[in-house]
């Protein structure tokens, strides 16, 4: 008798749940109609159409897209069995916007079909990445999310690096990307439409398989699902609904995500329950965010794009559902025994000098010329050397500090995976950007290093709390910066997508570009690495204790919280200003520890010593390359290291597939 009313109060609580949401829905749409501004009498006309041509369209494809993207994620997280799985975190709508900007950029006048066809070949090729790279780990959503993180970043470097290319116009796809739900006419409710009926009746076909792919694969054969064939039909299923919303619509982040999830938590069980409740859930949710997002806004123009406002949802809610994930570690600690070690360390840190050396030398004598290659010296050399030395001394200053602040993460965590980019921290040094323009206009440089100080603080901070609760386990302190980067990038968009001159400086930003550094970037660089790396040293101790853990450090009588705190403080501090200098995207701060321990150093010290150098060389190189691939024009740097970065991100992950 109590099973029965447990299953009758979990078939109710749906239902009970989804009127919550669609009176919510239904009073917000009623004010936004009663509260929008009136035109006078004698343009009665007007209004009317600006209601049924404008704020009604809106409204039904606000629903429409919600509901395809609810469904859309419903099916991923089915059939990776992946509580986390969604266009966002696989990295299939950056795909698609990728695919759309280079398409949209270099043949605007793109139909409507040419534009669904280009994001679904942009997200079912990140898709097909995300599960190649995470495959033999039996896509596992550690992995999965890991995966997607990667391709995300890649697509996102080269679409910024598209939209500077293209100008002003490529601006605008920039801002349609991130999630514009304004429409004039009926046009979108009347493409979208008819796709989400197909896309509903084919997962309706599909829902036998799909409650067999909760079994493991072995439960799935034995009851007689084609495994293969089940997965891609499934999967480009959902790929084609996302694409289809992005190529409308553009990003809508974390909806995916957020509509399964809470159709579950109000209580549907069943997969044809959760396959009815996640639409509805997603379109009223949208519905809702973007009425809100109406009503909020200055004269009732939109306060966030759609996609910005959706990510401010999703990050929390990622947040949320990590203690619910299930899974090993994606990129599991390693003891020193891991790596080689090499015998003489000195020396190794004599030939890094060296390159690091001749790397400054190649950035400051030799690059092409209207009439070939040049090295420049004498006169030519004393001439060049006042533009070519400040932008050299600023990314050298900055791969120094991502590196220092990257050494740092990782060993207060004992995480190999910890990194200010990976862990959000220089996201979160954007969004204390993204509040200083939006308070103070154009404040000064000190102002906006401030800002950035603090939001990257505060950013690490919170990632610090989060994966102590589970004892800074890689996995965790991966989601989590997965989620403080969705969220401080949602605050950075809502800006961004203004189109004003402070949407360029952000751009600039996410970009990383070093073509205006001057004499305050590079003296601010080599000041700041000199005096935050100075007391590293001295605390020599807290880094070869703090990585066994917090158990192990109060055993030796260490005051962790005060030690976290302090070197956090030094993070968070490099981070802010080497992210001001090349932008959030290098990933140096990862790579350049991990460098220098598969070259041999082990000691704190030295292995420090050798990520200074390494950082410091890859983003002078990375910002020569910048200079010289694609003469007389120039790739910023940030995103040139991100395209370094990335493919480094793929080897290591691959790397330790391989090793089990």
Not at 34 to 54: F, M, N, V, Y
Not at 112 to 135: C, D, H, N, P
Not at 580 to 599: C, D, I, K
Request: proline share 6%; with cysteine; glycine share 10%.
């Amino acid at each position: 008798m109590a099973d029965r009313t447990i299953a009758a109060c979990q078939t109710r609580q749906p239902f009970a749940a989804g009127f919550v949401l669609a009176g919510l829905c239904l009073v917000a749409f009623a004010l936004l109609v009663l509260l929008r501004p009136r035109l006078p009498d004698d343009e009665a006309a007007l209004d009317s159409i600006l209601l049924w041509q404008s704020l009604m369209p809106r409204a039904v494809l606000s629903l429409i897209a919600g509901a395809a993207l609810g469904l859309s994620g419903l099916l991923l997280q089915r059939v990776l069995r992946n509580p986390i799985a969604d266009a966002s975190t696989l990295g299939i709508a950056s795909g698609a916007e990728l695919a759309l900007t280079l398409a949209m950029s270099f043949s605007p006048p793109l139909p409507g079909i040419s534009r669904e066809l280009a994001a679904f070949a942009g997200g079912l090729a990140a898709v097909a990445i995300v599960l190649a790279l995470s495959w033999r780990r039996g896509l596992d959503p550690v992995t999965v999310a890991l995966s997607g993180m990667i391709i995300t970043l890649i697509a996102s470097a080269l679409s910024v690096a598209v939209v500077l290319a293209r100008g002003e116009y490529a601006m605008s796809i920039y801002i349609w990307g991130a999630g514009s739900l304004s429409q004039q006419d009926w046009d979108g409710v009347i493409s979208l439409a008819p796709r989400l009926a197909i896309g509903f009746t084919a997962a309706a076909l599909l829902i036998r398989p799909l409650r067999v792919l909760s079994l493991d694969d072995t439960g799935a054969r034995s009851l007689g699902v084609a495994l293969r064939a089940t997965r891609f039909a499934v999967l480009a299923l959902a790929v084609w609904l996302s694409a289809s919303v992005t190529a409308r619509v553009g990003i809508i982040g974390f909806m995916g995500l957020a509509a399964p999830t809470i159709a579950r938590l109000a209580g549907a069980r069943t997969t044809g329950q959760i396959m009815i409740a996640a639409p509805l859930t997603g379109a009223g949710l949208l519905f809702f965010t973007d009425c809100i997002t109406q009503l909020l806004g200055p004269g009732f123009t939109d306060l966030a794009p759609a996609g910005a406002a959706t990510a401010l949802l999703g990050g929390p809610l990622l947040l949320y559902l990590l203690p619910r994930i299930h899974s090993f570690s994606a990129v599991a600690p390693q003891s020193p025994s891991a790596f080689r070690r090499i015998r003489k360390p000195s020396a190794g840190l004599v030939v890094l000098l060296v390159a690091l050396t001749g790397v400054i030398a190649l950035a400051l004598m030799v690059a092409p010329a209207d009439d070939g290659w040049h090295i420049a010296s004498g006169a030519l050399f004393a001439d060049l050397l006042p533009f070519r030395l400040p932008r050299t001394a600023a990314a050298g200053g900055a791969g120094a500090m991502l590196a220092t602040a990257g050494f740092i993460m990782q060993r207060v965590t004992g995480n190999p995976i910890a990194s200010p980019e990976v862990s959000g921290v220089s996201a979160g040094g954007g969004a204390g950007l993204t509040v200083a323009l939006f308070i103070f206009g154009f404040p000064s440089p000190t102002v906006v290093l401030t800002a950035m100080a603090l939001g990257a603080f505060t950013s690490l901070l919170i990632m610090i709390a989060i994966a102590a609760r589970a004892q800074f386990a890689p996995e965790r302190m991966l989601l989590a910066g997965i989620a403080i980067s969705a969220f401080s990038m949602a605050v950075v968009t809502m800006v961004l997508a203004q189109g004003d001159m402070r949407g360029y400086t952000l751009l600039t930003w996410l970009s990383g570009s070093t073509n205006r550094a001057g004499p305050f970037d590079a003296w601010t660089a080599v000041a700041a690495l000199a005096v935050l790396a100075a007391p590293l040293p001295f605390l020599s101790r807290w880094l070869t204790i703090l990585p066994l853990g917090g158990s192990a450090a109060r055993a030796f009588g260490l005051s962790v919280s005060i030690s976290r705190l302090v070197l956090a403080t030094i993070a968070a501090l490099m981070t802010a200003i080497a992210s001001y200098l090349v932008g959030p995207l290098s990933l140096t701060g990862l790579m350049a520890p991990h460098l220098a321990r598969l070259m041999g150093f082990q000691k704190e010290a030295h292995q420090l010593a050798a990520s200074i150098l390494i950082g410091a060389a890859v983003l002078i190189f990375a910002d020569w390359l910048s200079r010289v691939v694609i003469y007389p024009y120039q790739v910023p740097v940030g995103l040139f290291a991100a395209l370094i970065g990335g493919p480094y991100l793929i080897w290591l992950l691959t790397r330790q597939q391989a090793r089990r």
